[in-house]
Structure formats: C-alpha cells, structure tokens
C-alpha cells in the first residue's frame, strides 16, 4: 500500500511539471511568407550630364549636281551633352537637351575656272525637346528642336583666298533624330542616336562667276554613341515587393 502511494505522488508530481516546462519552452514562432519578387523601379526624372562619340555624313550633290569634295566622306565628331527628363503615367518620358559636337575634316566644292569653296565645319550644336516611351531600363525617344553650324568658310581662286558673299548664314538650322538609352547601373546610362542637322539652303552672289551655280544645301547626318550621368530627383534605383 505504502509502494501504491509513492507511486501516485510521483505521477502526480509529473503531471505538475511537464506544464511549466512547455511553458518555459516558449509559443511556436507564426508562420509568415517569403517576399514575392518584383522588378526594379527605373528612375528616368532628373538632370544628367555625358558625352558622346560618332561620326558626321554630308549631302554630295549640292550646287545643281556639281561633284563635291568630302562631303560624303565620314567625319569624326565627340562632344558634351546635358539636359533634363521628367517621367510621368508612368511609361512615357519628356525632356530638354543641350548639346555640342566638335567635328573633324572640311567639306566643299571645287569649280570650273579653278575656284574652289571651302567650309571647315568646326561644330555642330543643338538644343531640342525629347519625348520617349520607357519600359524598366530602356527609353526609346524621339527629339528635335533648334540646331548652330560653327562654319569657317572660305573661297579661294587657284589656290589665292578671294572675297564671297552668300544670301543666307546657313548657320541656324534645324534638327530631329532618334535614339535608344539603357540605364545599365544606378545614376549611369548608354544610348546610341542618329540626329540630321539642316541650315537651309543658300545662293553665291559673288564672285559673279560662282553665282549660276545655283544653291547648295549644309546638313550632316549623324551617328552617335554617349554615356550619361543621372542626378536623379526621385531617388536612386529601387526594387518594390
């Protein structure tokens, strides 16, 4: 009987402390869901700065068909760029660029009698609007807007710089263009464009023997590869889940 009672106490016993133990072990963590992955979130809104490289490509058939020299051939260009774009709707992309381009090589013509023209375009500058349609790191866009020609120009007879004069600067202008831009990391961008520059089209009044030659056209079509670097407003590159 004695045994029988030490057993029950024991049991009893037991039963008291496997609570406080369960207790002391604390409550099971809940259970929460991993993260579901998003894309990341691609800024386009802010100021950039960059440069840029390509080449130049001139109209040959100008003065009324008469064989020009070196403007069909390529010229190398490189230059700066800087401009704005504010992203909105949330897919589409407008904005304002500035932009100047060195170039390399001359363009011109040589006449019968021994005269020859000659314009050492040193320039080409722009300042246009762009509009582009953005899908995460890409922005497809088209510009256009005001266009400068830095042109030094000659005409020289047999070799012997004379006196000329023109009817029109052919210096104002106008271009368009469009181009591709990949943001590649955070605040850095690649784009490659093609922009056609156009200064109108202009007469010789002298000398007189240049005059019924008619008109000839300054326009450059371009191809340029640039870098920019973004000071974004809205903050950097973000993922959102």
Sequence with gaps: MKKFLLATVALVALGATVPALAADLGARAPYT????YAAPIYNWTGFYIGGHIG?????????????TGNNGNGRFLGGLQGGADYQFAPNWVVGAEAQYSWL??????VFPGGFAYNNNQR???SVTGRVGYTWGPGLLYVKGGYAFSDNNESVTLVGVPVAFAINNDHRNGYTVGAGLEYMFAQN??????????????????????????????TDDHTVKAGVNYRFNWGGPVVARY
Excluded: C, I, M, R
Excluded at 55 to 66: H, Q, R, V, Y
Excluded at 104 to 109: E, K, L, M, P, Q
Excluded at 188 to 216: D, I, R
């Design 188 to 217: 850095w961008s690649a784009k490659v464009e093609y922009q056609y520059y156009n200064f109108g089209s202009a007469n010789f009044t002298a000398p007189a023997a240049l005059v019924p030659f008619g008109s000839f056209t």
């Design 104 to 109: 390399s090589g001359n363009v011109g013509a």
């Design 123 to 125: 320039g080409l500058g």
């Design 33 to 36: 869901k991993a993260p579901v």
């Design 55 to 67: 080449g130049a490509f001139s109209s040959d058939n100008n003065f009324n068909g008469l064989t």
